[in-house]
């Protein structure tokens, strides 16, 4: 070794460990970039396979189903100036005895006070509430395509059921959080 000498070995072995540090740093992040990459890849195949096959899409929606006996439907939350779409929810329809049951999460307590989405569950019980839900009626969202994907997450592809409307207003028995249903849409006051 040409630098055995005091200063010379000390500035040897910092170069050396930023060296490697750096090294690691760079992997880490080449690694980062493709995993992101391959990622990105998936997604984009879901969806093109979602929108050119809904046949097979339909499938992977059934399977996924399971065992389950309640079908989920999708409500879109308006934008408060326009009038898009802002973000999506998913629940649950339990065909229940004699009644349906829409089970959803009330988006307040869990995003405004921190319950959690278990807890914040809100059962409409048919019988209670007036609210209706129309099978095979695309929402006006969904512009005339059956498949809905997830925009906030791809991988989640789902065949829209049907609709559901309200007749009056609801709300959640812990926040008093106050909604109604207009065609799957979500409207407060
Ligand atoms: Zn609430």
């Avoid at 170069?15 to 690694?31: C, H, I, L, N, P």
């Avoid at 050119?52 to 939350?77: C, D, S, W, Y």
């Avoid at 349906?100 to 809100?122: K, N, T, W, Y």
Wanted: one cysteine or more.
């Amino acid at each position: 070794m040409p630098d055995n000498d005091g200063a010379g070995s000390g500035k040897t072995l910092n170069f050396v460990r930023m060296g490697t540090r750096s090294s690691a740093f760079e992997k880490q992040q080449a690694q980062k970039v493709a995993d992101a990459k391959k990622r990105r890849a998936i997604q984009d195949r879901q969806v093109q396979i979602a929108k050119r096959n809904p046949q097979q899409a339909m499938m992977k929606t059934a399977r996924l189903g399971g065992k389950k006996t309640h079908a989920t439907v999708i409500l879109g939350f308006k934008h408060k100036k326009d009038s898009t779409i802002e973000h999506f929810m998913t629940c649950e329809l339990i065909d229940h005895v004699d009644e349906l049951i829409l089970q959803m999460m009330c988006p307040r307590c869990v995003f405004s006070h921190g319950v959690s989405p278990d807890e914040a569950q809100m059962k409409l019980h048919q019988k209670n509430r007036k609210w209706e839900f129309v099978p095979g009626k695309l929402p006006w969202w969904a512009n005339d395509n059956p498949i809905w994907v997830n925009p906030e997450d791809p991988r989640e592809v789902l065949t829209i059921p049907g609709t559901i409307n309200m007749a009056e207003w609801g709300y959640c028995p812990l926040c008093k959080w106050k909604f109604t249903i207009d065609d799957a849409t979500i409207r407060t006051d």
